[in-house]
């Protein structure tokens, strides 16, 4: 099975930056398709960004798009979510997640992710 472990979550500044970590313990079919999703108490898990390993294509939800950015890099079997110029609205629980097949309209559905990480606490403040 799949093991994600996250980190890099924090306590920062508005307009401040950080970059999370999600270490996956293998790539195989099973999670070709990684994602970020976050959420908070009394809300629905919502999408965040998703990266294809190997040059795939990546993906972001409008909130966050153009401030942060999902990477990867293979030989440490790893995806980074850049996030700059946080806002408040950006305190969350944040979790790594792995699929085993992209589509273009439901990368962003978490029920298509089989493997989860922990969450990594990620909190702005004004």
């Known amino acids: 099975q799949v093991q994600l472990v996250e980190s890099g979550g924090g306590l920062v500044q508005v307009g401040g930056s950080l970059r999370l970590s999600c270490a996956a313990s293998e790539r195989t079919f099973r999670n070709r398709v990684m994602s970020w999703f976050r959420q908070t108490p009394g809300k629905e898990r919502e999408f965040v960004a998703s990266i294809v390993w190997s040059g795939g294509p990546t993906s972001y939800s409008d909130s966050v798009k153009g401030r942060f950015t999902i990477s990867e890099v293979n030989a440490e079997n790893t995806v980074y979510l850049q996030m700059n110029s946080l806002k408040p609205e950006d305190t969350a629980l944040y979790y790594c997640?792995?699929?085993?097949?992209?589509?273009?309209?439901?990368?962003?559905?978490?029920?298509?992710?089989?493997?989860w990480g922990q969450g990594t606490q990620v909190t702005v403040s004004s």
């Open positions: 997640a792995a699929g085993s097949t992209y589509s273009r309209s439901l990368h962003n559905d978490q029920r298509v992710y089989n493997y």
